[in-house]
């Protein structure tokens, strides 16, 4: 990919982050409407505990970037103008959904079974147990059309992405959310948290009926026919692995899931709200950046370009890495403040809020290297290869069941001792990944970031300090913490280190600072 293309790869970055952020706003209100009306109690936990099987396989494979997107966009690109790529959609499209409704029935009558194996321990007392499980398995049973339809999102995603279409993708997820919020509002049920699965299907089947549009705006001739295309098998070929490798890190979720119910109520509830707020962050950047370098990255490796596409690697990273460093500053400073603000009202307890913030503030520091590792994991998928991403996550079971072993049980740090495991794990993930890449491109040049880099995290220490010291500074004047008050303290704290964080970064001549710069101010260019 030539240096022509940047300011193309630019513009869809800075389009797809702000769909992605009015996607992450509407679900970060879909969340504190959720926890005002179920807070971290047992009705919340059964929800939460459902999800796992249905709405976390719809994020994980139907997300952009999941094993059914990466796959699909893997096999199209080159395809991408010829007449029989319609026909190859089609049959992807029907094999994907057979293929899902069988698993999806699975879930359904193996419910009561799948809830006792991830969630064996909860409850202290037989009532608690009844309620909690009868709740879950209900759930789990309505919510499991999910997994059907997180292939089909998927494969649109992909299709779309190929085809830059990139609107709805970016701002689908907005209408899952919306459709969560809907039912509560209407459907409220203090007894049940029934309406929160209901809305969560409803939303699912919104997000793809977006995406139809779009699919039949692209050009693409649809039609079925006996004789299978080519690159199917291809499409295969990349997908289960793609499937096992991501599925094999689901399973980490159920290590867990199997240790947080040891803990007590509210647990998996605060484990599940504090990994919400670091994608926050995560899934705008992730997201606005896989985009328009997954189909870079398979391109560069299809022309054997590898010495660009390890420019390219670093360029994303660095740039990912300027923007993150901030905000987990932020979040790092004022982590009890800002849950406070978000969710502290109706059913969301102080209680509720400080076993969020033990969960958050051991789980923020994964963000650094999540985006890392999830940026590595598509140079993989662009040279085909999903069995080495699937051997690190593999391993990294094993090293997970152990440190929630020695951080839950051993040393009973609850939901903090889940955080700090689960942050330890995505550097094994990195490094791993990282060590086993280099007899496909060698050395990744990592030394040219040590120096731009080091400024990035000098600055966002700096940001960290100057973001607790101005907050505690404003509480000690202005002790208020209603809504309002308490709103303009985490933003006057907050802009303030942002604000020396970018001027520090400037200063030193950082490249990302520049641009950024440039973006916000066009007419000093």
């Known amino acids: 990919m030539t240096a022509n293309h940047q300011p193309s790869l630019s513009k869809t970055f800075s389009l797809v982050a702000l769909l992605s952020v009015v996607s992450k706003v509407i679900g970060l209100l879909r969340d504190i409407v959720v926890a005002a009306a179920y807070g971290t109690s047992i009705l919340a936990d059964a929800y939460n505990y459902a999800y796992l099987f249905t709405g976390n396989i719809l994020i994980l494979f139907g997300g952009l970037g999941g094993p059914f997107h990466s796959a699909t966009v893997t096999v199209l690109t080159p395809r991408r103008s010829n007449p029989d790529a319609g026909t190859l959609v089609s049959q992807i499209c029907l094999f994907t959904a057979a293929s899902l409704a069988i698993v999806g029935a699975a879930i359904f009558f193996l419910a009561p079974w799948l809830m006792h194996l991830v969630a064996g321990n909860y409850g202290n007392c037989q009532p608690d147990r009844l309620k909690f499980f009868s709740e879950a398995i209900m759930q789990l049973r309505v919510m499991s059309p999910l997994v059907l339809l997180s292939g089909l999102i998927g494969i649109t995603y992909g299709v779309l992405n190929v085809y830059n279409r990139i609107f709805w993708p970016s701002l689908s997820p907005a209408i899952a959310s919306l459709a969560i919020i809907a039912a509560i509002l209407i459907c409220h049920n203090p007894d049940s948290s029934l309406p929160l699965a209901i809305g969560t299907l409803i939303g699912a089947f919104g997000q793809l009926l977006a995406q139809i549009p779009g699919m039949f705006s692209v050009g693409l001739n649809y039609r079925l026919q006996f004789k299978l295309v080519e690159d199917l098998a291809k499409y295969v070929k990349v997908l289960w692995p793609a499937i096992i490798s991501t599925s094999i890190g689901q399973l980490i979720i159920y290590v867990d899931s199997f240790f947080c119910s040891r803990i007590g109520?509210?647990?998996?509830?605060?484990?599940?709200?504090?990994?919400?707020?670091?994608?926050?962050?995560?899934?705008?950047?992730?997201?606005?950046?896989?985009?328009?370098?997954?189909?870079?990255?398979?391109?560069?490796?299809?022309?054997?370009?590898?010495?660009?596409?390890?420019?390219?690697?670093?360029?994303?990273?660095?740039?990912?890495?300027?923007?993150?460093?901030?905000?987990?500053?932020?979040?790092?400073?004022?982590?009890?403040?800002?849950?406070?603000?978000?969710?502290?009202?109706?059913?969301?307890?102080?209680?509720?809020?400080?076993?969020?913030?033990?969960?958050?503030?051991?789980?923020?520091?994964?963000?650094?290297?999540?985006?890392?590792?999830?940026?590595?994991?598509?140079v993989y998928f662009a040279f085909h290869d999903s069995r080495t991403p699937f051997y690190v996550a593999m391993a990294a079971i094993f090293v997970k069941i152990f440190l929630d072993w020695l951080l839950v049980v051993a040393f009973p740090l609850g939901v903090a001792g889940i955080s700090i495991s689960t942050s330890l794990i995505t550097v094994f993930n990195l490094f791993l990944l990282t060590f086993l890449l280099r007899p496909k491109l060698g050395l990744m040049g990592f030394s040219k970031m040590f120096k731009p880099v080091s400024i990035m995290i000098a600055a966002g220490v700096l940001c960290y300090c100057l973001t607790a010291m101005s907050y505690m500074s404003m509480q000690t004047h202005f002790t208020s913490m209603s809504l309002i008050p308490l709103a303009l303290k985490i933003f006057l704290a907050a802009a303030f280190g942002g604000i020396v964080y970018f001027i520090v970064t400037h200063f030193f001549h950082i490249d990302e600072a520049k641009l950024l710069w440039q973006k916000l101010n066009p007419r000093g260019q």
């Open 265 to 378: 109520e509210g647990a998996w509830t605060a484990i599940a709200n504090s990994n919400r707020l670091v994608q926050l962050p995560l899934g705008v950047l992730i997201t606005a950046m896989l985009v328009p370098m997954l189909p870079r990255f398979s391109e560069l490796v299809s022309v054997n370009k590898l010495d660009n596409l390890k420019s390219e690697f670093r360029r994303s990273l660095s740039f990912l890495w300027f923007l993150a460093l901030p905000m987990t500053a932020i979040l790092l400073a004022l982590p009890q403040p800002i849950i406070r603000l978000l969710f502290q009202r109706g059913a969301f307890n102080a209680q509720s809020t400080a076993l969020v913030t033990a969960a958050l503030i051991y789980l923020v520091p994964s963000i650094i290297f999540y985006m890392a590792r999830d940026l590595i994991t598509r």
